[in-house]
Nanobody, 120 residues
Framework: QVQLVESGGGLVQPGGSLRLSCAAS????????MGWYRQAPGKQRELVAS???????NYADSVKGRFSISRDNTKNTVYLQMNSLKPEDTAVYYC??????????????WGQGTQVTVSS
């Protein structure tokens, strides 16, 4: 079993910054892709940013130049640095990791979600 613990959400004014963290733990053999998704009220969940184990990064067009994803493989942790936040960035943010464990190959897991609210 794999557990994901997210932190770092909150309320911030437009133009502000937040940093999200997601730490994976459990019987992990390998972590492949790590990423962040978000879901705003009444909308579908969408990819924000992802990073492969090889370092390839993909961003949603709406966050390019403002958000930055990184990972610390020694800590099984993925980060999302969010700058120049806009009200339209308001959503619940979920981390997602693709892992292999002792029992399974290439299964993805979701974090519990952390609320990000951008408002004055």
């Amino acid at each position: 079993q794999v557990q994901l613990v997210e932190s770092g959400g909150g309320l911030v004014q437009p133009g502000g910054s937040l940093r999200l963290s997601c730490a994976a733990s459990g019987n992990i053999f390998s972590i492949y892709d790590m990423g962040w998704y978000r879901q705003a009220p009444g909308k579908q969940r969408e990819l924000v940013a992802s990073m492969t184990s090889g370092g390839a990064i993909n961003y949603a067009d709406s966050v390019k130049g403002r958000f930055s994803i990184s990972r610390d493989n020694t800590k099984n942790t993925v980060y999302l640095q969010m700058n120049s936040l806009k009200p339209e960035d308001t959503a619940v943010y979920y981390c997602n990791v693709l892992v292999s464990t002792i029992a399974t190959m290439f299964r993805d897991y979701w974090g519990q979600g952390t609320q990000v609210t951008v408002s004055s």
